[in-house]
């Protein structure tokens, strides 16, 4: 019930940045939160506060890498764990345009070599858990012998814990948003996995859409990871402590989180910071209770978020039903 990949929340471009996990780990202490995605080059060339700093209170917390160099991984793994990181991950199943243009994502999963070859440099770099997350094919050949042999090789490497997508990777045809619905979810390779190698840990990602998925899914898996569910449902990571760790809630009712939050956007605007900035990832708070259609009005009004008055979250927060609104977890 301890290990710390039991239950995950995905990286997400554009939407699991600090301020999103920082009101996630509100809702959770035991979830392993993740970082968007950050390149190399972003990294080396550009600054670096402004892509590693995070908030002390998200720890577990782990950074993403976007690269296919391994000396440039090495070099931002190390970065990584001096601000204070507690994972790195390399992102070999990201299957968008611009992420192939760069040589990385899930391309990387037809140069198996290479990838364990990136996971050993950061290996050597680091003393935190280097992992990798991926897809179980690319095109729309399903060959089980394919990521079999991917994740052999790359474990040679140092990579103990793999983080896969279960479905494939179309590189040609669909967005990233098809690419994440249309290939056939395949939960049956991620479970033939971990029978072929069970020194190694694997964690499931892919089509849980709620918790009873990401509950059922665990006697065969040895860890879960949800993404756009636990952002667009974040109530949901309230449960999570008691039902996956069977530790208490955090918070016993969705209008616990409102003070805490409330205290943390006062200092981000105080920095310097925008009310938007936290506000945009707690739209879905309250989903299903009478005045959330109010909440997510309030919080996107363009008017009232040009003021940067952090009281602007109270004042949501009093449109919806306060009864409700203190319901307990459950």
Known sequence: MDDPWRFCVAPMLDWTDRHCRVFHRLLSR?????????????LIHGSQPRHLD???REHPVALQLGGSEPADLAACARLGQRWG????????????????????????????????????????AVTIPVTVKHRIGIGRHEDYG????????VAQGGAS????????????????????????????????LRRDFPTLRFVLNGGLADLGSAQAALPQT??????????????????????????????????DVIAPLHDYVHRHVAAGGRVRDV????????????????????????????????DLLLRAAAEVDARAAAAPVG
């Open 279 to 310: 506000v945009r990832h707690v739209l879905g708070l309250f989903n299903g209770l009478p005045g959330a259609r109010r909440w997510r009005q309030t919080l996107s009004d363009a008017r009232q978020l040009a003021a940067n008055d952090p």
């Open 161 to 192: 814990t793999f983080i896969v997508h279960a479905r494939n990777a179309w590189l040609q045809g669909l967005s990233p948003k098809e690419n994440r619905e249309v290939p056939p979810l395949r939960y049956a390779v991620v479970h033939a």
């Open 54 to 56: 995070f908030d002390p």
């Open 30 to 42: 035991r979830a392993r939160l993740y970082t968007e995605m950050v390149t190399t080059g972003a």
């Open 85 to 124: 990181y507690d994972e790195i991950n390399l992102n070999c199943g990201c299957p968008s345009e611009r992420v192939q243009r760069g040589a990385f994502g899930a391309c990387l999963m037809a140069e198996p070599a290479l990838v364990r070859d990136c996971v050993a440099a950061m290996c050597d």
């Open 146 to 153: 394919f990521v079999r042999d991917f994740v052999g090789t």
């Open 222 to 255: 040895d860890g879960v990871m949800l993404g756009r569910a636990a952002y667009h449902e974040p109530w949901l990571l309230a449960s999570v402590d008691p039902v996956l760790f069977g530790v208490p809630a955090p918070v016993q009712a969705r209008i």
